[in-house]
C-alpha cells in the first residue's frame, strides 16, 4: 500500500519475557510500559537488540525515594538509550506519593541523558 508501517506497538503489562517472542514474530515490535517491577528493559534490549523498541522502564517507585534513587535508576537505563531503539518513561502513571521535587528532578536528569 501506500503507507508502510515500521513500528507496531503494543501495551504490555506485567513480566512479558515468553511473549515477546510470538509478538515479534507477528509484527510488533514496540512494547510499552515496560513495568520495572516485571520486565527489565534492560535484558530485553540485550535478547532482541534492533529487533525490539521499549517506551517505558523506569521504575516509578525509585521516583518516591529521593535524588540519589533516581539517579540509580536513569543511570542503569542510560545504555539503553545510547543504543537507540528505547525512550525511557515512567512504567504507567507518575504515583501521587512522588513529590513534585522528586518528579522535578527526575525529569530534569532525564533531560541530560536524551
Known sequence: ???????????????IYQLV??????????????EAAHTDPVRLQQ???????????????????????IDEELKRLRPLVEKGGYIPTVDHRVPPDVSFENYLYYLEKKKEIL
Open 21 to 34: 517472542p510470538g509478538w515479534l514474530k507477528g509484527g510488533i515490535n514496540c512494547m510499552f510500559p515496560i
Open 1 to 15: 500500500g501506500k503507507y508502510k508501517v515500521d513500528i507496531n506497538v503494543l501495551d504490555c503489562d506485567g513480566q
Open 47 to 69: 535478547e532482541y537488540d534492533k529487533d525490539i523498541l521499549l517506551l517505558g522502564g523506569v521504575n516509578k517507585v525509585q521516583l518516591t525515594k529521593g535524588k540519589q534513587a
